[in-house]
């Protein structure tokens, strides 16, 4: 079936340094993407996300790029601090799928000093 | 703002056991609510969807089931847990045009 996965399992990141996290989906009529982040023990927290008319929107400190030629979403993290250490997800979602998300498998981002 | 509640936080429970797990969701009205399953460090898997009071849907075969008995509550449940139920139990929700989603808490549940 269709899905949505990630390249890289782990990502370790020195701090003030930028992260670049990445995500292939699968599904062409996807139309809405959205990056969460997890952390330990908690519920994911929304991030940011884009619509398939945009290939590019920014937030604080991060940037979701969108290229539907290659059906590829990235997560950018600008000047990383050790408080974005936490699990990465990209989702997608599909016109009529009542809002129901896939979710990439994850990855882990770790921030060293 | 939309706020998801859930509860409880952690659970221990035998197996054969049953199982009641709460979402309960503020600031928001009519809105599409989510079950799903994490495994100690994988991704979330869909188990239920809920569209409007007594609409669930269900995404895989399993031995748990949903309700939603009023519009901003929704309940996981099973009558006889299995170990394989074990794991980390998130409700989402989303509202209006919006399909962005938010996550609640979650509930840690460990059968034994």
């Known amino acids: 079936g269709e899905s949505v996965g990630l390249h890289l399992p782990t990502l370790s990141v020195q701090e003030g340094d930028n992260s670049i996290i990445n995500c292939a989906y699968s599904?062409?009529?996807?139309?809405?993407f959205i990056w969460y982040k997890q952390e330990s023990g908690k519920g994911p927290q929304f991030i940011i996300d884009?619509?398939?008319?945009?290939d590019k929107r920014q937030g604080q400190r991060v940037t979701v790029l969108l290229n539907k030629t290659v059906k590829h979403l990235s997560l950018q993290i600008a000047a990383t601090q050790p408080g974005d250490s936490a699990v990465y997800f990209c989702?997608?979602?599909?016109?009529?799928?009542?809002?129901?998300?896939?979710f990439g498998s994850g990855t882990q981002v770790v921030v060293t000093p | 703002s939309q706020t998801i509640h859930q509860w409880p936080a952690t659970l221990v429970q035998p197996v054969g056991s049953p199982l009641s797990l709460e979402c309960t969701v503020e600031?928001?009205?009519?809105?599409?609510l989510y079950w799903y399953r994490q495994a100690a460090g994988r991704g979330l898997q869909l188990l239920f969807y809920?569209?409007?009071?007594?609409?669930i849907s269900s995404e895989v075969p399993q031995n748990l089931s949903a309700s939603r008995p009023q519009d901003r509550q929704f309940i996981l449940s099973s009558k006889k847990l299995l170990l394989s139920d074990s794991g980390f139990y998130l409700c989402?929700?989303?509202?209006?045009?919006?399909?962005?989603?938010?996550f609640g808490p979650g509930t840690r549940l460990t059968v034994l």
């Open positions: 809920s569209v409007g009071i007594g609409q």
């Open positions: 884009i619509r398939s008319n945009m």
């Open positions: 989702a997608e979602t599909a016109p009529d799928s009542w809002g129901k998300l896939q």
């Open positions: 989402a929700g989303t509202s209006g045009l919006d399909n962005e989603q938010f």
């Open positions: 600031g928001t009205s009519n809105p599409n």
């Open positions: 599904n062409s009529a996807s139309d809405y």
